[in-house]
C-alpha cells in the first residue's frame, strides 16, 4: 500500500508506539504533551545535533545535518538527526552530491538520550528513516547506526528483513489507530514509570476517555 500525503504520520512517533500506543495516541492523535526530565535531556541533545544548515566534510566522509525524509510505503515522514555519506567506487547504491564530485553511500544515524534499550524502539525509528532513504533515492542500505549519548558508544545496527517487517507492522498498526481516532486504553507496563505522560494517563488507575470522547459525553450530557 502506499499512503497518500494526506494520510502521512509523523516518522518520529513510531518510537512512541512501540514503546506504547496509548502514549502514541496521546501525543499525536490528542496533541498532549508533558515534559519530564527524561524528554527534556532528549530535546537539548537535539538541539545540538538538529543544524539544518551543518554541512561537515571529514577526511572521506561527508555529515549532513536534519535531512528531511519520506515514505509513503510505510507513511511516514521526519528529519534525520545525521547521515553521513561514505565514498563509493561506482553507483551502486549510491548518490551523488552537488558539492562534492564522485559516489557517496548514505549512512544514517540517530543520536539518543540514554543508553541501549530493552525493546527496539531505537532500531524501528532508525529502519523507518533507512526506508525513506531507499525510497527516496531507490538504493539499498544494509546498515545504519544508534549513537547513545549517555554511554558515548555508537552501535552499528543492521536493517535486516526481521527489522524491515516489524517497522511496516508498526507503521500500519499506527495508521489504523489514527484513522479510527480512538486512543487505546491505558494497560500499566514497565515504561509507565518514565513515561512523560503518567500523570495525564493515570494508568492503573482506570482507563480515561479520550478528549474527543469526553467532550462529545459532555455535550450529550448537557443536551439530554
Ligand atoms: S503511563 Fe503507561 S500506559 Fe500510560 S501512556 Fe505512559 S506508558 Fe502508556
Redesign the pocket.
Known amino acids: 500500500m502506499m499512503y497518500t500525503d494526506d494520510q502521512m504520520l509523523m516518522l518520529s512517533g513510531i518510537q512512541h508506539y512501540m514503546?506504547?500506543p496509548?502514549?502514541w495516541a496521546?501525543i499525536h492523535i490528542e496533541q498532549q504533551w508533558d515534559d519530564n526530565r527524561l524528554t527534556a535531556e532528549g530535546k537539548q541533545l537535539h538541539q545540538n545535533v538538529d543544524n539544518p544548515s551543518y554541512r561537515q566534510k571529514n577526511g572521506n566522509t561527508i555529515t549532513l545535518r536534519s535531512v528531511h525524509i519520506a515514505s509513503h510505503s510505510l507513511g511516514l515522514y521526519g528529519v534525520t538527526d545525521a547521515v553521513e555519506l561514505l565514498p563509493s567506487d561506482d553507483s551502486t547504491d549510491a548518490i551523488t552530491h552537488p558539492r562534492y564530485p564522485g559516489f557517496w553511500k548514505p549512512f544514517p544515524i540517530e543520536y539518543k538520550r540514554g543508553h541501549h534499550k530493552s525493546d527496539e524502539s531505537d532500531e524501528v525509528q532508525l529502519a523507518a528513516q533507512v526506508i525513506c532513504l531507499e525510497e527516496m533515492y531507490n538504493i539499498h542500505i544494509p546498515e545504519a547506526a544508534l549513537y547513545y549519548h549517555e554511554t558515548r558508544h555508537r552501535e552499528t545496527v543492521m536493517i535486516d528483513e526481521q527489522l524491515r517487517n516489524l517497522t511496516y507492522e508498526l507503521s500500519e498498526a499506527m495508521h489504523k489507530v489514527f484513522e479510527s481516532g480512538s486512543t487505546p486504553k491505558?494497560?500499566?507496563?514497565r515504561?509507565?514509570r518514565s513515561?512523560s505522560?503518567?500523570d495525564i494517563?493515570e494508568?492503573g488507575l482506570r482507563s480515561k476517555p479520550s478528549v474527543a470522547t469526553y467532550l462529545k459525553r459532555s455535550l450529550d450530557e448537557e443536551t439530554a
Do not use: D, M, S, T
Open positions: 514503546f506504547c496509548r502514549q496521546l491505558a494497560v500499566k507496563n515504561g509507565c513515561c505522560l503518567i494517563c494508568p
